[in-house]
């Protein structure tokens, strides 16, 4: 199994940026996708996570209103549309896959694979 994740790079404040998740290795309808986010010095973050038909999503509050997470199943791919970015969005940012029958969606735990990351700087 493997997660790609791309798109990150640098955006200034008010601006936006979409990062993408390719997986390949499962079967991608039968996982739910998450994004997680680690930024120096703090523990990995809950952010965004939708299920495998795409019609239960669920966003962290600092990012509510702003991020969109969507996936295209035919694609093999989960992507994070961030707007309005702030300087404290800086991190790394994680794509998740996790069984599509846990009703969990916030811990990192329940999800069993992880792509490498992918920076996301916010200029201020």
């Known amino acids: 199994v493997q997660l790609q994740a791309s798109g990150g790079g640098l955006v200034q404040a008010g601006g936006s940026l979409r990062i993408s998740c390719a997986a390949s290795g499962l079967t991608f309808s039968n996982y739910k996708m998450g994004w997680f986010r680690q930024a120096p010095g703090s523990e990995r973050e809950f952010v965004a996570a939708i299920n495998w038909s795409g019609s239960s999503i669920f966003y962290a509050d600092s990012v509510k209103g702003r991020f969109a997470i969507s996936r295209d199943n035919a694609k093999n791919t989960v992507y994070l549309q961030m707007n309005s970015a702030k300087p404290e969005d800086t991190a790394v940012y994680y794509c998740?896959?996790?069984?599509?029958?846990?009703?969990?969606?916030?811990?990192?735990?329940?999800?069993?694979?992880w792509g490498q990351g992918t920076q996301v700087t916010v200029s201020s």
């Open positions: 998740a896959a996790a069984s599509r029958s846990t009703p969990l969606y916030r811990a990192p735990s329940v999800y069993n694979y």
